[in-house]
């Protein structure tokens, strides 16, 4: 939602960008733990023709996908005992 604001101020401001511009810009700058979703995405699909909704969309898939992963794996510490 922030980067659709972003995007529409520039528009008002007389900046025309394309989505597969700004599709690019949003695979460069994403975290760390986005990463291998974004190279995944670069190698797998067409980002010419893809809009910034689309990639939204997936991000958020990978996103929920790790948040139910994060849930299910338990303890993130190992535990030691004493012999």
């Keep these: 939602m922030c980067i659709n ?3 529409d101020t520039l528009h008002k401001l007389g900046k025309k960008m394309e989505d597969s511009r700004v599709v690019w810009k949003i695979l460069r700058v994403l975290l760390r733990k986005m990463r291998r979703v974004a190279v995944s995405i670069q190698m797998l699909l ?3 023709t893809m809009t910034m909704e689309e990639l939204i969309g997936r991000l ?3 996103e929920e996908e790790d948040d139910v992963e994060e ?3 338990g303890p993130t510490c190992l535990l030691l005992t004493k012999e």
């Design 5 to 7: 604001s972003l995007v």
């Design 46 to 48: 067409d980002l010419n």
């Design 60 to 62: 958020r898939v990978a």
């Design 71 to 73: 849930d299910s794996a």
